[in-house]
Structures are given as structure tokens and as C-alpha cells.
């Protein structure tokens, strides 16, 4: 990881914009990726709701060490229980949990009428579990195994999207 000073980052700040909308997802580079950490690292509360430990720790562990603030369960009531007690900007939620399954959160998220950006993770091929997520209202989706990076960058772009209020990125133009 590049380390950058205080005094950095206001110069790379004012590129991010136009380097956000014209990188793909996915493909980070590498100086995007350390700015936007700089830029939203401050007060991004992440709920990981993972029951696969190994995964779970390799994420958190990788949030954290962008700056996120991570609170990570293992079950899906657990989840639940935090995401209606707390505040947080974002929850990376596993749609195969034990207690109560991530489709349920799901739906107990949104029936709160909570606007929380929510990235599911499924496994690949099922094709159905996905479309049922996106129907309960996630925001985005991987599906396992994915590469750290990749997680990375949907984060990046979902906290982004949510803190422009949901509005398009900058458009390039004259
Ligand atoms: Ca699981």
C-alpha cells in the first residue's frame, strides 16, 4: 500500500472525479484507488454478514485496512439485530446464512424503509438467488470466489453512489 500524506491528498482529490467515471469496475488504478481511500475513509461503518470465517476475516480484514470501520456476524439474525440497532453506510451481506438467510435481512432492511447500500454475495450459477436479491433490493452482487480487489472496488463505487446521493457520476464535456 502507497502511503500518502494529508497534504497529498487535495491534489489527487480534485482529479478523482472525471478518473472515477472513466474507470471500469474492476480495474482500479492504482493512484484512484488511493485517493478515493483517503476521500471516503473517514466515516465509512461497514456491516459484513458472513458465516464462512475464512472469507469473513480475509474481508474484513482487507476493509479495514482502507480505513472502514467493519462489524462483522456470522449469522444472519445477528445481522439483523445490528443493522436495526445501528448505523452503518454500507452492509456486504451473504445471502447463505445460518439463523436467518440474506434474503430475510434483506427484506428486513428495506422494510424499515432503510436506504443502506447493500452489496450481496452469492455463490456462482445461482442465477435465481441473484435476481431474487436484486428484487429484495440489493444494490449490488459478487459472486464467490472473488478477488479482494474486486470487493474493493464495488465498495468503492457503492459509497460513492451514496454519498452523490445517488445522482450519475461527473460526465466529461467541454
Ligand atoms: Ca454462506
Redesign the pocket.
Known amino acids: 500500500q502507497i502511503a500518502l500524506t494529508a497534504g497529498s491528498s487535495a491534489a489527487l482529490t480534485a482529479i478523482s472525479g472525471p478518473m472515477a467515471a472513466g474507470s471500469p469496475a474492476g480495474m482500479p488504478m492504482r493512484g484512484l484507488v488511493c485517493t478515493e481511500t483517503i476521500i471516503v475513509s473517514a466515516a465509512v461503518r461497514i456491516l459484513l454478514a ?3 470465517r475464512m472469507l469473513s476475516e480475509a474481508v474484513a480484514r482487507a476493509l479495514r485496512q482502507l480505513g472502514h470501520t467493519v462489524h462483522a456476524v456470522a449469522g444472519g439474525r445477528d445481522a439483523d439485530d445490528a443493522l436495526a440497532a445501528a448505523e452503518f453506510d454500507l452492509a456486504i451481506l ?4 445460518p439463523q436467518l438467510d440474506g434474503f430475510e435481512v434483506l427484506k428486513g432492511l428495506r422494510a424499515r424503509k432503510s436506504a443502506l447500500p447493500v452489496l450481496v454475495l452469492t455463490v456462482r450459477d445461482s442465477v435465481d438467488d441473484l435476481v431474487t436479491g436484486l428484487d429484495l433490493g440489493a444494490d449490488d452482487y459478487l459472486t464467490k470466489p472473488f478477488q479482494l480487489a474486486e470487493l474493493e472496488a464495488r465498495v468503492r463505487a457503492l459509497i460513492r453512489r451514496s454519498q452523490s446521493g445517488g445522482m450519475p457520476q461527473l460526465v466529461h464535456g467541454p
Request: glycine share 14%; charged share 55%; net charge negative.
Open positions: 458472513e458465516d464462512d451473504d445471502l447463505g446464512l
